[in-house]
């Protein structure tokens, strides 16, 4: 079914035609059109689930955990300050090795407050052990909770996954969706048959106390896990586009790339704007790229190292920061680069934050930026993008 | 001779690492007694996170699953939103928390499940203190005690607060069924227990549980302390069904509080004016307990 919706109708719809059975969530905008809708669907009997209206965030996780860790596949969505409440059952559900999925809406923390979007919310709980995905259409955003379950469900990846909508530019925005019939989804998406389950007959303790003989060998496991769900990942893409006819380009999709003078690697919708762009400029012979980053965890560090071999200058562009050195992604790009020859120069641009708009006018600048250090080493290593100045308000 | 109300069918094993004389221990085992192996039990941080012994110890002959110290009333949610979505509304869905996991840092998520109307079970054991983290004050240790942190010092400071009232606080969520027990009276919490598998919705229950280590009690005392806790009325045993009052037991004489006190190390220090202080408290709540059972009578 083909149908004009939101970014957050498209959570819905995900975490419907994927058949999550108990959904814990706590309202937050720009989130709550996910939760009122998934309401709807439950109270209309249009989804066979229970839906928990838990008292907080750090409840709806804790709530999808225990509900995993019992055999039934679950889904919750939040936002920003949801999220960070959330940050130590997002450790706990990965260390449960429950892979509930999640919804987040990026948007800004505060103080001071922000509704609208801004990637620092997910970027702080890159170490929680959860897959990442960032995505650029409604459609994705859909298709993705889909993948997520498929191989966060995996009994050799049992890991969780946040599912990212921009706030506002995808959450409040309609475009037109495929809803997949539920019958095609059953056939891509077995049901969650996780290992072990917490139900009387199997008398065990589930997250006892372990001694320092071995802690360590139990966090190898969830890391071997991640590193696992790479390739899984680029796997069930490529299976998904055979099911479906759609497919997103792996971990990262390349966007003229090859033999690009100048690349912006982003994550999210900035990454749309940045291929209107490309083409303007490609048409102007100027050979610019745009590198998508669509999942950030597990790090897909391959794909950064080919995306080094292709460009000539890279600008990565984040829509956070990591105070205290660049932007989150930035980071993660120049240390995979670190031990490959041949690195191409690298600027971390910070934009976009609190919601401010990425205009194609900024992105071309910046185009015209990196085109300007190629060869020369990118000098100042940070950059602020368009800074007001505050003095003088 | 008189039929036997406790199952003899034991789901604690005796391998745990609690303390001597620790009523904790005991809770566990007259509680898993009465509900029996079709049920799951989700533990927080506290003692009983520990009790078990390391990976791949256990001492339980049912589930456990251990959760996060603020998160027991979100678990027990989850846990029984999954059970009936598989079509098993039969399982005993066990919340067993310390009092600081219940009346403390996880009382939001407690009264979230409980205002939700979950058909749970949910035991505080109540030792009157963070023991797990060596004796720290919570809003359920009773005014004047010692704890490590209200050490008393050249100030004077022990504890100053009176005890948070959990059940009054399960009360006012216009809980189904709440009631309170002591490991002094097995056959009752077993039968309380028990009556809460017929009800539907949530089920609290707020356990005396002494701990000798943390109240500096001998512990061949526990016993007798807990039955002293009923006799001196600071600790009354009571149920509150839709909201009607029951008081189970009724002391045919009151012992004086301070005899109860007396007993326990971290009492020591109080002086006559506190002791005096303390019973007219006990007086007072006993006296409101007994006209709130009255005034209920004719609802
Ligand atoms: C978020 C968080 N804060 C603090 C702790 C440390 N902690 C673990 S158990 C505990 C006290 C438990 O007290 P209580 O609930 O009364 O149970 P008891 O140990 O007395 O049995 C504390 C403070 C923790 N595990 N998690
Ligand atoms: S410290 Fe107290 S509650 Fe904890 S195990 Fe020892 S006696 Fe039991």
């Known amino acids: 079914m083909r149908k004009v919706i939101t970014g957050n109708s498209a959570s819905a719809y995900g975490a419907k035609v994927s058949r999550a059975e108990v959904i814990a969530a706590y309202p937050i905008t720009p989130q709550t059109s996910i939760v009122e809708k998934i309401a709807d669907f439950v109270a209309n009997k249009e989804m066979d689930a229970k839906f928990i209206k838990v008292e907080s965030e750090h409840s709806a996780m804790a709530a999808c955990i ?43 923390n505060g103080p001071p407050w922000s509704v609208w979007a801004d990637q620092h919310d997910t970027m702080a709980q890159r170490d929680t052990g959860w897959m990442q995905f960032y995505c650029e259409s409604n459609q994705e955003v859909l298709d993705t909770i889909i993948q997520a379950y498929r191989v966060g469900e995996q009994r050799d990846i049992m890991t969780p996954s946040i599912i990212i909508e921009d706030a506002f530019v995808l959450s409040h925005t309609a475009e037109p969706v495929d809803i997949p019939d539920i019958g ?43 590193d696992l769900a790479r390739d899984r990942l680029r796997q069930v893409d490529r299976d998904f586009q055979k099911h479906f006819g759609r497919s997103y380009g792996g971990l990262v999709e390349f966007y003229e790339c090859e033999g690009a003078d100048a690349v912006i690697l982003t994550a999210g919708t900035a990454a749309s704007t940045a291929k209107d762009v490309v083409d303007k400029m490609r048409r102007e012979g ?80 910046l185009f015209d930026e990196i085109l300007a250090f190629k060869g020369k080493g990118s000098g100042e290593e940070v950059k602020w993008v368009d800074l007001k100045g505050l003095e003088g308000l | ?74 678990s027990i949610s989850g846990l029984r939103a999954a059970y009936d979505m598989k079509g098993r509304p039969d399982i005993n869905v066990l919340g067993f928390a310390g009092d600081g996991g219940t009346a403390d840092i996880g009382i939001q998520s407690l009264s979230g499940a409980v205002e939700r109307g979950d058909n749970v079970f949910y035991v505080m054991y109540d030792n009157e203190a963070y023991m797990n983290t060596g004796v720290q004050r919570s809003s359920s240790t009773p005014y004047g005690a010692w704890t490590t942190t ?59 549980a002494p701990c000798p280590t943390g109240w500096r009690l001998s512990p061949d005392k526990t016993i007798e302390i807990s039955k002293l806790a009923t006799d001196s009325c600071i600790f009354p045993i009571y149920e509150v069904e839709n909201g009607i009052y029951t008081i189970n037991r009724k002391p045919a004489k009151k012992v004086p509080v301070r005899d109860y006190l007396r007993l326990q190390g971290r009492f020591r220090h109080l002086g006559e004016e506190e002791l005096n202080r303390i019973q007219e408290a006990v007086d007072w709540d006993w006296k409101l307990l007994l006209r709130k059972e009255e005034f209920m009578k004719d609802m």
């Open chain 2, 150 to 208: 209200t050490p008393g010092g050249t100030t004077g400071d022990w504890k100053r607060q009176p005890k948070k009232n959990m059940m009054e606080i399960m009360v006012a969520h216009r809980i189904p069924y709440a009631a309170t027990a002591s490991v002094a009276y097995p056959e009752d919490m077993v039968k309380k227990l028990r009556k809460g598998i017929d009800v539907r919705g949530p089920k609290f229950y707020h356990i005396y």
């Open chain 1, 286 to 365: 100027k050979k610019v790229g745009v590198a998508r980053m669509r999942v950030f965890r597990p790090f897909p560090y391959e794909e950064v190292r080919k995306l080094a071999k292709m460009a000539g200058a890279i600008g990565v562009l984040d829509r956070s920061y990591c105070f205290g050195y660049a932007g989150p992604i930035a980071c993660e790009v120049m240390g995979a680069l670190y031990n490959i020859s041949d690195r191409p120069p690298i600027r971390s641009y910070i934009a976009g934050l609190g919601g401010r708009d990425i205009t194609p006018e900024v992105l071309e600048r």
């Open chain 1, 66 to 108: 225990s509900a995993s860790m019992a055999g039934a596949r679950t889904y919750t969505a939040t936002s920003s300050h949801g999220l960070l409440l959330m940050h130590e059952m997002l450790i706990w559900a990965s260390g449960s090795r429950a892979p509930v999925v999640m919804s987040n809406v990026n948007r800004a």
């Open chain 2, 1 to 74: 001779m008189a039929k036997a109300t406790i199952p003899e069918e034991e789901l604690m094993l005796s391998g745990h690492v609690g303390c001597l004389g620790c009523g904790a221990t005991l809770t566990m085992r007259y509680v898993l007694k009465a509900l029996g192996k079709n049920t799951v039990i989700s533990v927080p941080a506290c003692c009983w996170a520990v009790m078990p012994g390391p990976y791949p110890l256990r001492c339980l002959e049912i589930p456990m699953l251990y959760n996060a110290f603020e998160t027991t009333g979100a």
């Open chain 1, 184 to 226: 095609v989804v059953d056939k891509f998406l077995p049901p969650f048959d996780p290992p072990s389950k917490v139900i009387p007959g199997e008398p065990y303790g589930y997250g006892s106390l372990v001694m320092p003989d071995l802690y360590m060998d139990f966090r190898y496991k969830i890391a071997e896990s991640m």
